[in-house]
């Protein structure tokens, strides 16, 4: 393998990347210990896009999924014990924001079987319960925040 990029920006340890489509383009998105998710364009030079902001703890792992036509991101911190989810193509606020009970230990997007529009939020906590939540058709009209 050669070395072909060096992603400067995060101030804590990087703790996961993700790939996902934009439209006609690839992004790239990382999550740190800096509480932060950063967005980057590897067709401009890795040319960071957005930061978001809103985690009060590292975030821990971050995942992509559609939403309609739209792509949306899942974080989650232990830290904090919330899940959020972001528009990756604006420097906004989290859309969502479902505080936890227990720390969270994984998730995942699981498409639900009726209805392919949909998706299933599936996270595993700590003290081994698995929560799972059913995506709205958009992420317009959500709460800004849910206590589960």
């Given at each position: 393998?050669k070395?072909?990029?060096?992603?400067q920006?995060?101030?804590?340890?990087?703790?996961?990347?993700?790939?996902?489509?934009?439209?006609?383009?690839?992004?790239?998105?990382?999550?740190?210990?800096?509480?932060?998710?950063?967005?980057?364009?590897?067709?401009?030079?890795?040319?960071?896009?957005?930061?978001?902001?809103?985690?009060?703890?590292?975030?821990?792992?971050?995942?992509?999924?559609?939403?309609?036509?739209?792509v949306?991101?899942?974080?989650?911190?232990?830290?904090?014990?919330?899940?959020?989810?972001?528009?990756?193509?604006?420097?906004?606020?989290?859309?969502?924001?479902?505080?936890?009970?227990?720390?969270?230990?994984?998730?995942?997007?699981?498409?639900?079987?009726?209805?392919?529009?949909?998706?299933?939020?599936?996270?595993?906590l700590?003290?081994?319960?698995?929560?799972?939540?059913?995506?709205?058709?958009?992420?317009?009209?959500?709460?800004?925040?849910?206590?589960?």
């Open positions: 393998y070395l072909l990029h060096t992603l920006g995060h101030t804590g340890w990087v703790m996961n990347m993700i790939s996902f489509q934009d439209g006609d383009n690839v992004r790239l998105a990382s999550c740190s210990g800096d509480t932060t998710i950063r967005i980057w364009d590897p067709s401009d030079d890795y040319k960071l896009l957005h930061t978001l902001r809103g985690h009060t703890g590292e975030v821990d792992n971050i995942i992509a999924f559609q939403v309609g036509d739209n949306r991101l899942a974080s989650f911190s232990e830290v904090d014990k919330t899940v959020r989810i972001w528009d990756p193509t604006k420097n906004d606020d989290a859309i969502l924001i479902i505080t936890l009970r227990e720390k969270p230990w994984f998730f995942t997007i699981i498409p639900a079987p009726e209805n392919n529009e949909r998706n299933i939020l599936a996270v595993g700590q003290n081994g319960d698995v929560l799972f939540w059913e995506s709205p058709e958009t992420t317009e009209n959500c709460s800004r925040s849910q206590n589960n």
